[in-house]
């Protein structure tokens, strides 16, 4: 079946970076962006950015300009978010999503957790 | 920056309608989605293109857009819709969310 699947929880010190995997399967990968959405405990949705795993374009939003970066591999059908400059402030539950034609994510994955602690 | 305003709760009673309402500027100009979200678990995709339905969700949900605020609506609401109920707008390539609506069905 279509689905994206994330890589496991982390913990990582202030001012490390964390790398989060999703791995597409039943669909084509280089067919649809894949978006990077955060959600802190508790708090609501909060969007990242996005790739075009076609041509490697992407996106990002302003408030993570300069500390994300959003790369894929076509090989394995897996796209990858670097968030850099960790702080505690990015302790939040990170998900990547599918978008359709539409412009709608319809296929989300199962959240990656990422804590950061000194 | 473009925001959407949601209302923090919501309560309905079981088998009774809740409508759940989302506001920003110029909204009805733009196609909104709406996300189910339950404890411990990813957000559904339950509303796309302001009143669209992907497979598997239930006709109980429906969604309108028009002037400043888009609204979803569940007839019928039983008490597994509890949930948290997120909307979503494009503004140019920005994905923008609500900031969510806890729905109570009590």
């Known amino acids: 079946q279509v689905q994206v699947v994330q890589s496991g929880a982390e913990v990582k010190k202030p001012g490390a970076s964390v790398t989060v995997s999703c791995k597409a399967s039943?669909?084509?990968?280089?067919?649809?962006?894949i978006h990077w959405v955060r959600q802190a405990t508790g708090q609501g949705l909060e969007w990242m950015g996005w790739?075009?795993?076609?041509?490697?374009?992407?996106g990002y939003a302003q408030k993570f300009q300069g500390r994300v970066t959003m790369t894929r591999d076509t090989s394995i059908s897996t796209a990858y978010m670097e968030l850099s400059s960790l702080r505690s402030e990015d302790t939040a539950v990170y998900y990547c999503?599918?978008?359709?034609?539409?412009?709608?994510?319809?296929?989300w994955g199962q959240g990656t957790m990422v804590t950061v602690s000194s | 920056s473009y925001e959407l305003t949601q209302p923090p709760s919501v309560s309905v009673s079981p088998g009774q309608t809740a409508s759940i309402t989302c506001s920003g500027d110029?909204?009805?100009?733009?196609?909104a989605c709406w996300f189910q979200q339950k404890p411990g678990q990813s957000p559904v995709l339950v509303i796309y293109?302001?009143?669209k339905r992907p497979s598997g969700i239930p006709e109980r949900f429906s969604g309108s857009n028009s002037g400043n605020t888009a609204t979803l609506t569940i007839s019928g609401t039983q008490g597994l819709d509890e949930a948290d109920y997120y909307c979503?707008?494009?503004?140019?390539?920005?994905?923008?969310f609500g900031g969510g609506t806890k729905l109570t069905v009590l």
């Open positions: 999503a599918r978008r359709v034609v539409t412009n709608a994510f319809d296929i």
């Open positions: 039943g669909y084509t990968f280089t067919s649809n962006d």
């Open positions: 790739l075009n795993p076609n041509s490697g374009n992407t």
């Open positions: 110029k909204l009805g100009d733009k196609y």
């Open positions: 293109q302001d009143n």
């Open positions: 979503q707008a494009w503004d140019s390539s920005t994905a923008v």
